[in-house]
């Protein structure tokens, strides 16, 4: 009875801990995408690329980076706790990874191989791993390596660039003109199963998946010039989203998947647009007299919180799902812990993620 009396008790902890959530939720109504912040590379008259931040709603930019060389195409880890980019070295002919802290300290150089053009990071979701795309004079390549630089590989049968990978991990998305036109492509994350997802007499670029993995943004010139598009992560329900006669260029989703930030041309130069996932309300976000281009949205994450009545836990947790979906706007993970007393029972919120 006594066993029984402490797991109804727990139940009764675990409702009221979820029923605290969704409140706080609904009571604030928020739009994970309208809090969020975009990472993107500004480009001076000088050429000198450097990464700055702006909130979704166009308030608080802030530089980031501030040294010589171009610094380009910035990716946030999934816990946005850092940014990988590329820097541009030797007169151009070098470009290589770097990383560095959310805040733009602590810049770590990950590849230093000369006279080839390592570009265009994406973190596995794990953020354990960094995807990224490497020219040489005669190839475009994808590479792999491990978060730090270390245990760099090559995809040896693929050949294309602007890798991304899926939310679930178990896939990337990338161009190839293997064919002879750029378009996009789909493999395995051991780089088996490649799969063509378009097939236009046209130019393809820039894949990014949405947040839930259903989905799948590009820039496309397939009808005069290049605008963006969605389509079905199979290929299918292909659907123009802008329509305008400038360029319009390197989508990125919302972490809820309420949003598509891109950059556009639409202003005799290049400016940081958001708009609605369906193409709906496209608003412009900055306003610099410089080029500002290759917008990448920061995740939502929030750090682990406990809440326990006693010590001595289970090494081994027992996890389940909360909340598998609420409506395409959060992922809610709980850790369940059960003590080696019943009196002893801990409820851990690991994230809550767009």
């Given amino acids: 009875m006594k066993a029984k009396h402490y797991l109804m008790l727990a139940i009764m902890l675990l409702i009221l801990i979820c029923s605290y959530i969704y409140k706080k939720i609904s009571k604030e109504s928020f739009s994970l995408s309208s809090r969020g912040m975009i990472a993107f590379s500004n480009t001076p008259a000088n050429d000198n690329n450097e990464i700055y931040l702006i909130n979704a709603d166009g308030s608080g930019l802030q530089r980031l980076t501030n040294h010589q060389g171009r610094d380009c195409a910035p990716a946030w880890s999934p816990d946005a706790a850092k940014i990988a980019f590329y820097v541009h070295y030797d007169n151009l002919n070098t470009w290589s990874i770097h990383v560095m802290d959310a805040d733009g300290s602590n810049i770590q150089r990950l590849t230093e191989k000369i006279g080839v053009r390592d570009h265009s990071p994406s973190w596995s979701p794990d953020g354990k791993q960094i995807v990224f795309s490497r020219g040489t004079s005669d190839s475009a390549e994808i590479w792999r390596m491990n978060a730090d630089g270390s245990n760099l590989r090559k995809y040896d049968s693929v050949i294309g660039g602007g890798p991304e990978w899926s939310p679930d991990g178990t896939r990337i998305t990338f161009h190839s003109n293997r064919d002879g036109n750029s378009e996009i492509y789909v493999m395995n994350a051991d780089d088996s199963n490649q799969r063509r997802l378009t097939n236009n007499n046209a130019d393809e670029w820039w894949p990014s998946w949405s947040p839930d993995g259903s989905q799948i943004v590009l820039q496309s010139n397939r009808d005069g010039n290049y605008e963006i598009y969605k389509m079905n992560s199979d290929g299918t329900n292909q659907t123009r989203l802008t329509n305008n006669p400038a360029e319009d260029a390197e989508p990125d989703w919302s972490p809820d998947g309420e949003k598509i930030a891109f950059s556009s041309f639409r202003d005799g130069k290049f400016e940081i647009y958001v708009m609605n996932s369906d193409g709906s309300n496209q608003t412009r976000l900055t306003n610099l007299s410089e080029h500002n281009i290759q917008p990448d949205w920061r995740p939502?994450?929030?750090?682990?919180?406990?809440?326990?009545?006693?010590?001595?836990?289970?090494?081994?947790?027992?996890?389940?799902?909360?909340?598998?979906?609420?409506?395409?706007?959060?992922?809610?993970?709980?850790?369940?812990?059960?003590?080696?007393?019943?009196?002893?029972?801990?409820?851990?919120?690991i994230r809550i993620k767009g």
């Fill in 300 to 349: 939502i994450s929030i750090d682990t919180t406990d809440v326990d009545n006693g010590n001595s836990l289970d090494s081994s947790p027992k996890s389940f799902e909360l909340f598998q979906t609420y409506p395409n706007r959060f992922n809610v993970i709980t850790t369940k812990r059960y003590a080696k007393q019943p009196s002893i029972v801990s409820i851990r919120i």
